[in-house]
């Protein structure tokens, strides 16, 4: 008979997977988080629009929308405790045409359906007082007092470090091949070797399908759906103060203009649906769409400087909802089609995936809340004391991040291997001038703190 190493065996290290794995590692488990990128997040878990969502507008009665609503609450909280920072800004939805006014008062409806009851109606000219840099033909709004902003890079590696600091095991870099069903044990192929586990948790993302079917099931489809977006500099920021969004249709939320955590401003996302699973390079007309969008809804933003574009991938399928399931038989738990909202939902998701573990015959017993370890995150977002302001020697000025930072970042559990990594730990090499400037002196400071030649920051041979 094979002993099985892992009791549970996460496979995706997005902010879903990372969520669940640091419920898991809260009981007495043996919990093993499987990583095929470089780093926990890296995937469309870095690429989103960072909002905080109240779920005001999702589907009333879908799985979706209680897992957002509780998870708005869940990671609230969480974020306060943790230090991962958020911006209380609300958000306004604004309607451009006569139609769109005409269908405020059923969102607001919706909103009520989904248990949000603090929208309210706003006719143009309240919109205006609102958002005075709004373009001409603004016809009414629905305001959400409660749509937030958050810190979207620091939520995931929270999740991770916290399952790392209650005995978890994280594997990055490790790609699951196949899978064969035992009768009480699961081998995993992977890159890096078998991996022996009693039960699966699949939150592999747009890979998710996949691993599905490797089991043994069907039920949905992922076909990617590509967001690009516009970071203009921090300049803009006060064009707006709270986020912009537009009337939803059935495909997407639309094109909103948001401000992030980090002082800048946000234009996007699109919604192509495209089949390649890697296509992450912003395209000629899809930026030129979002300017075009973005004229319309804040003329002045165009004119301010672009300080990067990027695309983000969403795990769409054929249908409206997540696809949640589970096996006893496979010993397997399935988060699949899990999109936009995936962020605000990541916790109470990972309160779904411990219920539908305990349904597939999981055993297991939480731990005392004084044997859990926290954890707590260097603050990244403006509104908050940032660590420069105690002191040492800046680095990256663009973005005001010291030496001392980089050091921490690439030192200490799951740190950053790679400038990619080291951005979302920090902001540096994020500002500005995009590096031009202090790449230098960040990649020596990187290398001097983890051991590494200059070469391997720079993903030189």
Known sequence: MTTAAYDVTVVGGGVVGAAVARLLARHDLRVLMLERGSDVGAATSKANTAILHTGFDATPGTVESRLVRRGYRLLSDYAARTGIGVEPTGAVLVAWDDEQAASLPRLAAKAMANG????????????????????????????????????????????AREAIANGAEIRLGCDVLGVEVG?????????????????????????GDTLHRAFGFDGFTI??????????????????????????????????VAPTVFGNVMLGPTADDIDDRT??????????????????????????????????????TEHADYQLTSSAAARYVCLGGIRSTGLTASMALAEEAVALLATAGLTMTARPTDEVRGVRMPNLAETFPRPYQSGGTIVCHCERVTSAEIATACTGPLPAVDL????????????????FYCTASVVQAASSADGRPAAAWLGLP
Request: proline share 7%.
């Open 223 to 256: 076909r990617p759906r590509r967001g690009e977006l516009i970071v203009f500099d921090k300049l803009a920021r006060p064009l707006l103060r709270r986020t912009i969004l537009p009337v939803p249709t059935a495909i997407t939320k639309g094109v909103l």
């Open 279 to 316: 296509a992450t390079a912003s395209t000629a007309a899809g930026l030129a769409g979002l300017l075009a969008k973005g004229a319309q809804i804040i003329p002045s933003l165009v004119a301010e400087e672009v300080t990067a574009v990027y695309a983000g991938l969403r795990a769409a």
């Open 183 to 207: 009768a009480e044990v699961s081998v995993l192929t992977t890159s890096t070797g078998p991996v022996t586990t009693r039960f699966v948790v699949n939150a592999a993302g747009l890979h």
């Open 116 to 159: 949000y009851e603090a929208t309210v109606l706003c006719d143009a000219t309240e919109v205006y007082a609102l958002e005075p840099h709004l373009g001409p033909g603004v016809r009414g709004g629905l305001l959400v007092p409660d749509e937030h902003i958050i810190d979207p890079w620091s939520t995931p590696l929270a999740f």
């Open 420 to 435: 990619d990594g080291l951005r979302r730990r920090t902001r540096v090499l994020n500002g500005r001038c995009q590096g």
